[in-house]
């Protein structure tokens, strides 16, 4: 599936809003890291790093998303397509 520069922005937004119903805190910080999907003192957090290109963000948290699970969640078939397609791409 190709995804246009300007689609990745709205992605994001969309990815962001789902990790929030799903109880998850998205952190961007700096440094070495590639990010993902933690559990920090019973709290859920996706951290990414700040200083990643947008896709490489959007698949981060598509990876973190799949992990925390989204099967009970309604997604529309493209969100739901999108998500296991970029946690692939890993």
Same mark, same amino acid.
């Given at each position: 599936?190709?995804?246009?520069?300007?689609?990745?922005?709205?992605?994001?937004?969309?990815?962001?809003?789902?990790?929030?119903?799903?109880?998850?805190?998205?952190?961007?910080?700096?440094?070495?890291?590639?990010?993902?999907?933690?559990?920090?003192?019973e709290s859920k957090v996706i951290v990414i790093n700040k200083g990643a290109a @947008?896709?490489?963000?959007?698949?981060? =948290? #598509?990876?973190? /998303?799949? $992990? @925390?699970?989204?099967?009970?969640?309604? =997604? #529309?078939?493209? /969100?739901? $397509?999108?998500?296991?397609?970029?946690?692939?791409? #890993?």
């Open positions: 599936m190709k995804i246009k520069e300007k689609e990745f922005e709205e992605l994001f937004e969309e990815l962001k809003a789902l990790s929030a119903q799903l109880g998850a805190v998205v952190r961007f910080e700096k440094g070495d890291f590639k990010g993902g999907y933690c559990l920090l003192k @947008l896709q490489r963000k959007v698949i981060i =948290l #598509s990876m973190a /998303l799949k $992990e @925390l699970g989204v099967d009970q969640v309604y =997604l #529309s078939p493209r /969100l739901r $397509e999108i998500i296991d397609e970029m946690a692939e791409t #890993s």
